[in-house]
């Protein structure tokens, strides 16, 4: 009697990717965070950046799971510091040798510049190896391994490239260095991958190249072109994601970004209609009780205009908190949201055994980015 194989049982079907958070739980968080980033002179933005992290990973759940975000506020402010240690004196140095060589200071930025792309780089490549080093899933840590400098090399040259094409080259550069990351990030010990091609990201968005310029000329156009442009973007990201036997599909809209976009846009008019109305409101108050003309009360020898400076400066700080709580919750949070809940999982089930594995990464790499304002959230 001839004995068959026991049949291979079907793949199960995708896994959905759930968010549970609350809207308005994440407003009054961001603009509480808001506030207190305003009577600390910006310190706590350490903080704040922690809670917004723990706030969508635990309320994300994959095939039912949430997820765990793990790092501390004081390991980003830590790191913060430590990267001042090492850009100041940059800064500083730059800031001599543009005195002492004035007339070479036009070129002296060109080597500043680099100097700083290739921080900026390695930065948003270690702070990305510390958020996933904090990310828990299933009691299993993400981790990274690589070189952040191998990495801001390779950044460097494909942005040379980049530049040489006028843009052309850069569905190849973000698939080149996306490969890369994954190639060096690991669930437990599943190791990660990426099957994007800088084709298909050009396929996907090539005819955008062509509007970049009617964009730039017409500035209507450019919240619909770089919202097109970015959920294109995540869609690709999204399908060329591995982790072991792994995968992600995404069905994201190519206008699923444009209303985020658009109501930036208008609070963001709002709200320099408003500063507007406050600096107006603040210079006629001091006309009144000094008696003196807008050209007067402006002038550089005008000792009165120091009161003015005051509440101009209230004034824009709190437009200033104010559009970064816009950004937090439609930027952030919402296009999370809407991420999430066109995108499915599948292979889930080689997850199922992962052993743990990896150590922890040093925030020094998020100081940096944060330092250079490359961070991501």
């Not at 968080?29 to 635990?58: K, N």
């Not at 004081?74 to 060589?101: N, Q, R, S, T, W």
């Not at 995540?234 to 982790?243: S, V």
């Not at 206008?255 to 409101?281: C, N, Q, R």
Request: charged letters at 15%; glycine letters at 10%; one cysteine or more.
């Amino acid at each position: 009697m001839t004995a068959f194989p026991p049949p291979v049982p079907p793949p199960l079907p995708p896994a959905q990717i759930d968010f549970t958070g609350h809207r308005g739980e994440f407003r009054r968080m961001v603009t509480r965070g808001a506030g207190l980033e305003l009577v600390t002179f910006g310190f706590y933005r350490f903080w704040l950046v922690t809670d917004i992290r723990r706030h969508l990973w635990s309320n994300t759940s994959v095939d039912g799971d949430a997820a765990e975000y793990t790092g501390r506020a004081k390991e980003l402010l830590i790191g913060f510091l430590f990267a001042l240690a090492i850009l100041v004196p940059i800064y500083l140095a730059y800031f001599l040798v543009g005195i002492e060589f004035e007339r070479w200071q036009g070129f002296a930025s060109t080597p500043l510049f680099i100097t700083f792309y290739a921080f900026s780089q390695l930065a948003i490549f270690r702070a990305r190896r510390y958020r996933l080093t904090r990310t828990v899933w299933r009691g299993v840590r993400f981790w990274m391994d690589g070189s952040g400098w191998a990495y801001s090399l390779r950044a460097m040259l494909w942005g040379l490239l980049v530049y040489l094409t006028l843009g052309l080259a850069l569905p190849w550069r973000e698939a080149s260095l996306e490969r890369y990351k994954m190639r060096h990030s690991h669930y437990g010990d599943l190791s990660g991958d990426f099957e994007g091609t800088g084709w298909e990201f050009f396929k996907r968005g090539w005819w955008l190249w062509l509007l970049t310029p009617f964009a730039i000329a017409i500035p209507l156009l450019a919240p619909f072109v770089y919202a097109e442009f970015k959920a294109r973007e995540w869609r690709w990201w999204l399908a060329g994601i591995r982790i072991g036997g792994v995968s992600l599909s995404s069905k994201l809209p190519h206008d699923a970004f444009y209303g985020l976009y658009w109501k930036v846009v208008g609070w963001s008019l709002l709200l320099i209609a408003l500063f507007g109305s406050w600096a107006a409101g603040c210079t006629a108050l001091l006309m009144r009780v000094t008696g003196l003309e807008i050209d007067q009360l402006l002038g550089p020898t005008a000792g009165t205009s120091v009161p003015l400076l005051a509440p101009m400066a209230v004034g824009y700080l709190a437009a200033a908190l104010a559009f970064n709580v816009v950004i937090r919750v439609y930027l952030q949070r919402d296009l999370w949201v809407k991420v999430l809940e066109t995108t499915h999982v599948h292979g889930i089930e080689a997850a199922a055994n992962v052993k743990a594995s990896g150590e922890l990464a040093s925030a020094l790499g998020e100081g940096f980015a944060d330092g250079l304002d490359v961070a991501g959230f």
